[in-house]
């Protein structure tokens, strides 16, 4: 079978397509012919390496963390999916491998397709899915009644975190481009900011809790409207030792992020706030509540209209690199409309 993959990190992003064999599963695995699978920012820090001290692959690495498919195959343990079942999955940290004609995936890391979601759009959910899931409901530990500010939350992450956040009860405030001002209201944001004309440094009373979407050049504007005990969480600004002790890194590697995350959590204890950093895990149970959510508000996730096959990948891969997508960008592994 064709995948996509690189035998080296490399800051040129460029991509092969190999033939390789169709995985076996274990026993609790299920082999998934893919449909389709999204191509993400975290494509980009795979390919280069940005990553490796949270992750680091062996070679050759077959690339992809997020797709739709159906059933082929089930293990001998696997009880709950059966053949022609229509899945979606962010794949393990440690077995991504999403640019496939099939893969084989454990069944924990799965959840029946939202039922009004297609392949197309159903590969734009689990990646910003769960990591809004993950950021609101284990690192900012939210609560009904508190209130949110995702500053640059128009895009894709945005539109699966307002109506997380609002299922939850908080109130939500995003800022972001003129044009995507109608969408994310209609996603269930309670006021917008238009980041061309408003400076949300100087209009919103404090919050709780700040999702940062933009990375480090933000974070002291960000700090200055979090009320004192609240919490900023950093899509992209990097990890700091909370990270990697909560996530039962070695000593050695604790000891290096808290080394890089040191001026990150100076600031923001200069503010009496809590620095956090997410990278987000597989979660078949959390993608079931996040499908509950969509089902019940009948979320439909914007896609790209550019159409990129499998053989697209690195063309795909560029154009998520100079960024500015209408949508998730994604490849049709075995859709050719």
Not at 75 to 97: C, F, M, N, S
Not at 115 to 136: E, S
């Amino acid at each position: 079978m064709k995948a996509v993959q690189i035998k080296k990190y490399s800051k040129e992003l460029q991509t092969e397509i190999n033939e390789i064999p169709i995985p076996t599963i274990t026993e609790e695995q299920v082999l998934i012919k893919v449909k389709v699978a999204a191509v993400n920012p975290l494509e980009i820090l795979n390919i280069t390496g940005a990553v490796k001290l949270i992750q680091d692959y062996p070679m050759p690495l077959t690339l992809g963390n997020e797709l739709t498919g159906v059933i082929e195959a089930v293990g001998e343990k696997v009880t709950a999916y059966q053949i022609g079942d229509a899945v979606y999955t962010r794949l393990p940290l440690e077995h991504i491998g999403a640019f496939v004609e099939y893969a084989a995936v454990d069944a924990v890391a799965l959840s029946p397709l939202p039922k009004n979601l297609d392949f197309l759009t159903g590969a734009a959910v689990p990646l910003t899915g769960l990591t809004a899931y993950q950021a609101l409901h284990e690192e900012l530990e939210a609560k009904a009644g508190q209130t949110l500010f995702i500053p640059g939350g128009s895009g894709s992450f945005g539109q699966m975190a307002i109506p997380l956040a609002k299922d939850l009860g908080l109130t939500v405030i995003v800022s972001g481009s003129p044009e995507a001002k109608e969408r994310t209201l209609a996603a269930g944001a309670d006021r917008y900011l238009d980041y061309k004309t408003e400076n949300y440094w100087e209009l919103i009373e404090p919050v709780d809790f700040v999702i940062d979407t933009l990375g480090k050049a933000e974070l002291d504007r960000e700090l200055s409207i979090i009320k004192p005990g609240g919490r900023l969480l950093s899509l992209i600004a990097g990890p700091n030792k909370r990270f990697a002790i909560t996530k039962g890194m070695p000593k050695p590697k604790q000891f290096l992020l808290g080394l890089a995350g040191k001026t990150l959590d100076k600031k923001a204890k200069e503010k009496g706030v809590e620095y956090h950093f997410i990278f987000v895990r597989s979660d078949g149970e959390q993608l079931k509540e996040i499908s509950r959510i969509i089902e019940k508000n009948q979320i439909i996730p914007a896609i790209d209209p550019r159409i990129f096959q499998l053989e697209d990948s690195n063309e795909a891969i560029q154009y998520v690199a100079k960024g500015h997508p209408q949508g998730k960008v994604l490849l049709r592994v075995d859709l050719k409309e």
